[in-house]
């Protein structure tokens, strides 16, 4: 069971959630014509299937698959079908198991906006993905604790430029600094959402209870 990140070795790298190839095939069909052109490309199908991972509640596969793609792809046969499924899964089960030890997963892009707003960058993208992952089941993640909830997505919601139009975004949208910050901190934060909703806080031990001589006897 994963703990407080204060407990990880020093200094361990992110872990791949996907190898090279695995990713440069998924890239490969979710840029083909065989998907709809509003389907979820890499990049935010990465950031989807991590929200999955973290999630309070797990979604029947053909829902999560319907979502990211927008519909049914025109694969070429059942074994292409199976293929992509199951990299899809894996890439959300490796996020699991990852978090579950109190890993930090690798993300697919350089940790830096480079200047850029970051709705224009693949990290904007990942978190779109991330909070598209969130609208999925949106009722899960803020049954418990509305207001934890909203200030751990805050950073994702922040740089997916989703709600750029909503008040309370407006300023911190400005603050370049702020957002480089938590774009280095993202595989921390997608820890701390894990820790959040899939481990249970530790219950205190129970006090011993304090010995009474018994009535009638000396000490």
Known sequence: MAERSDTQEPNMPPQPLLDDEQLDRLDDFLASDQVDEDALDLISAHGFLVALAVAPSELPPAQWLAELFQGEPRYADDAERDEIITLLTL?????????????????????????????????????????????????????????AAATLLLPFMLLSGLFDDEPDMVELAKDQQRQESLVVQLPELVLDLYLHYRVPPETPKPKPRKKTPAKGKKR
């Open 91 to 147: 890439l959300r089960d490796n996020a699991v198991a990852v978090l579950e030890q109190g890993g930090l997963p690798e993300l697919p892009f350089e940790l830096t906006l480079g200047g850029e707003p970051a709705e224009d960058t693949p990290i904007g993208d990942w978190c779109a993905g991330f909070m598209e992952g969130v609208f999925s089941d949106e009722s899960a993640w803020f049954q418990d604790d509305e207001e």
